[in-house]
């Protein structure tokens, strides 16, 4: 006797692939952003075209799994973290590693210490000497 085997109708199989492929895309831009790194950033370092992100953090193009696992990479986050399904940004925060945690720390410090700054001028150049360090951290 052989086992039969369930038919999953094509539209709805479509559907769960779309589904997944816009989960993929919302945790590669949430991660991005709370990494900090433009699209441009992780364009360059995948190889792709900034439009090519749009599309991924769309979920509009699909990933290659050796993409996937470059970005999983640059991201510095496990490749199962694209599959997870978290509702909110608070059970994110909290899978991430501690280097993470520390970095959105030092990201509010930074913002409030910013925003006490009376002089304009100053906040200014600080903003522009700041923006130079990031360019010499993304190697441009």
């Known amino acids: 006797m052989t086992e039969q085997q369930e038919v999953i109708p094509k539209k709805e199989v479509l559907a769960n692939i779309r589904k997944t492929e816009e989960l993929v895309g919302n945790k590669i ?22 439009q090519q992100i749009q599309k991924y953090e769309r979920g509009q193009n699909r990933i290659s799994s050796g993409r996937l696992y470059s970005l999983s990479m640059i991201l510095k986050t496990p490749i199962n973290y694209f599959f997870t399904d978290e509702e909110t940004l608070g059970e994110c925060i909290e899978e ?33 000497f700041i923006r130079s360090l990031s360019y010499v951290e993304e190697g441009v």
């Open 29 to 50: 831009k949430s991660k991005r952003l709370i990494l900090g790194y433009s699209q441009t950033f992780l364009g360059n370092k995948i190889g792709v075209s900034v």
């Open 96 to 128: 991430q590693s501690l280097e993470n945690q520390a970095l959105e720390k030092d990201f509010k410090d930074l913002v409030l210490a910013f925003s006490r700054i009376n002089n304009k001028s100053l906040r200014a150049r600080l903003l522009q």
